[in-house]
């Protein structure tokens, strides 16, 4: 009850304790308070977020009345407030046997464990509350999921807000934090239901649909996703994360046209966003549309010059367009600004292919596996170019060094078994080969070139057909 937020003293009485404490630090007088207006200060300062103004608080309340465990409490709350757990423990320790059923000092200490990671016996320090305050358990619960949200324990939640919400079935925000603590630990078919269990009671809530759309995205469940984001944009047209990750959907499946439209209505709305002008330059890349693809990248690079995806941008867009030379530039200070993205090291490699420049391909190469050792188009290029170069035999030793380190991989697998091959060790290759079949098959057709049918045996031959 909010008559009963600061204890025994009304809400009218508050203000004007509080006007008497701060008169008091102003003019740097002592003047005396009792214990129940005591602990409305400490909790009220507490209560607005003023930490400072709280610990402030509680040292003087500890001078004028130390040995009272109502503000022996306040000490304890306003130490976890700073993540003093461990003083706040040794506090609670020494009270909790003074008065054992104290509610309060259960809520402490149970805070105080939860926040050194003993949620075993924070969840007894919470069961005690709870038995201690039955006529107030609705409150308790509050506070103990308050406690754990706050913490980012929300598996631990659970259990505490389904009882909540039961005793509570009008207060709709309990199926709302629900649906949150779910998506928290993953379990997305609960989060979909307690958002829809709250839609129904809520239905113009823009968040929650917002917050289901992720969910649906998270599952895979794209059309589901983008009718919430549909509905929380219904609702709050200015929901501009909503205008954003409909577009992302729809770029990700390859709908750039439609995607164009809704990331321009973005821009529209957050003109500075480079993720907004990068990704809006890719539709108009993707769609044909070369100039305002350039403009918008090099909008996104003018208001911050050291994001590296607009930079990446160019660079695809130029390497798409033949022209490998040009695309080098922006593909360099893409990965001056992000050195460890595999695939602007691919592109860079692929835009040396296209200049010629095999011995800097197969560095770009070298560098993707590196960072990516499953990136099998990278090991295909690398293939190639030990190919063109006619190097098998100096390869197997590097390969076979990078098979010691990353394991079996099945792009380095067929290379490399494609390297005995040329160099005639039948036995090495069948082996190498067959464990590159082991791990993936359909591979083969990808690298199937590098295995001349002049060079094959007929046990590879077999080895093949299957």
């Known amino acids: 009850m909010e008559e009963d937020k600061y204890g025994f003293v009304q809400d009218g009485e508050v203000e004007e304790i509080i006007l008497r404490f701060e008169k008091m630090r102003r003019s740097n007088q002592s003047c005396y308070f009792d214990v129940i207006e005591l602990e409305a200060i400490i909790d009220y300062y507490l209560d607005s977020d003023n930490s400072a103004r709280a610990f402030e608080a509680m040292s003087f309340a500890c001078e004028l009345h130390p040995h009272s465990v109502p503000i022996q409490v306040r000490k304890a709350r306003v130490l976890i407030d700073k993540g003093r757990a461990l ?69 631990y939640l659970i259990p505490y807000m389904l009882r909540l919400s039961e005793m509570e079935p009008d207060f709709h925000a309990h199926i709302y934090d629900l649906a949150y603590a779910y998506d928290k630990i993953n379990d997305y078919e609960n989060s979909i239901l307690y958002y829809r269990k709250y839609l129904d009671e809520e239905p113009n809530s823009d968040s929650a649909w917002y917050n289901l759309g992720i969910i649906y995205n998270k599952k895979s469940r794209y059309e589901e996703a983008i009718e919430a984001y549909d509905y929380a944009l219904a609702i709050n047209p200015e929901n501009t994360f909503a205008l954003f990750n409909k577009a992302n959907i729809l770029s990700n499946q390859e709908r750039y046209s439609e995607a164009l439209d809704i990331y321009l209505d973005f821009v529209a709305e957050e003109p500075e966003s480079i993720e907004g002008l990068t990704y809006l330059a890719e539709c108009y890349d993707k769609t044909g549309n070369e100039e305002l693809a350039r403009k918008y990248y090099f909008a996104a690079i003018d208001i911050t010059p050291e994001f590296s995806d607009p930079w990446y941008g160019l660079g695809l867009l130029y390497l798409s367009r033949n022209k490998a030379a040009e695309s080098i530039r922006y593909l360099k200070r893409a990965l001056e600004l992000d050195e460890d993205n595999p695939d602007c090291w691919f592109s860079l490699g692929k835009a040396y292919i296209g200049t010629k420049n095999l011995k800097e391909a197969l560095k770009c190469f070298q560098a993707t596996i590196k960072l990516d050792p499953y990136f099998d188009d990278a090991w295909l290029e690398l293939g190639l170019i030990v190919s063109i170069l006619d190097s098998f035999k100096s390869a197997i030793p590097l390969l076979e060094e990078a098979r010691k380190i990353i394991g079996d991989v099945p792009g380095l697998s067929y290379i490399l078994g494609s390297c005995y091959l040329h160099t005639k060790e039948y ?40």
């Open 87 to 155: 003083e706040a423990l040794s506090i609670c320790k020494k009270i909790e046997n003074i008065e054992p059923g104290n509610y309060e000092i259960a809520i402490c200490k149970g805070t105080a464990l939860a926040m050194l990671g003993d949620l075993t016996g924070a969840g007894k320090m919470f069961d005690i509350a709870l038995a201690s305050e039955e006529e107030e358990v609705e409150n308790t619960l509050f506070n103990i999921t308050s406690i754990l949200q706050n913490l980012n324990y929300y598996e």
């Open 427 to 466: 036995d090495e290759a069948m082996m190498t080969l067959s464990r590159a079949a082991d791990l993936d098959d359909k591979l083969f057709e990808e690298f199937s070139s590098m295995f001349p049918d002049k060079l094959l045996t007929p046990e590879l031959i077999q080895l093949f057909n299957k």
